[in-house]
């Protein structure tokens, strides 16, 4: 059974950091495009940031507009394990942060066909 289960959430104040681990199991993911989403209540579910290897040790990876250059996303695949390193936090962060693997589409695109459970993230003003 695929599992993807993420951990790291919490609550931090704004300026801040904290690093969200998303740990793989059932299969092999390796060559496989991960990403992060996040959900804030009442809004929809929005692209953070996704990662994709393109060689043995290089990686390509995009991130939203709104956390590019604060946020940085990294794999170790010897773990099966995804981060999503979040600094200088803002409020606006405030979300669910769900993990992704195997999209269908784009990689900004929520057609992934793998999600984990979620973790709350919350930024305190």
């Known amino acids: 059974q695929v599992q993807l289960v993420e951990s790291g959430g919490g609550l931090v104040q704004a300026g801040g950091s904290l690093r969200l681990s998303c740990a793989t199991s059932?299969?092999?993911?390796?060559?496989?495009?991960m990403g992060w989403f996040r959900q804030a209540p009442g809004k929809e579910r929005e692209f953070v940031a996704a990662i994709s290897r393109t060689g043995p040790n290089t990686y390509y990876a995009e991130f939203a507009d709104s956390v590019e250059d604060r946020f940085h996303i990294f794999r170790d695949l010897a773990k099966n394990t995804m981060y999503l390193q979040m600094n200088s936090l803002k409020p606006e962060d405030t979300a669910v942060y769900y993990c992704?693997?195997?999209?269908?589409?784009?990689?900004?695109?929520?057609?992934?066909?793998?999600w984990g459970q979620g973790t709350q993230v919350t930024v305190s003003s």
């Open positions: 992704a693997a195997d999209p269908s589409g784009t990689m900004r695109h929520p057609g992934y066909k793998y």
């Open positions: 059932g299969r092999t993911f390796n060559n496989t495009v």
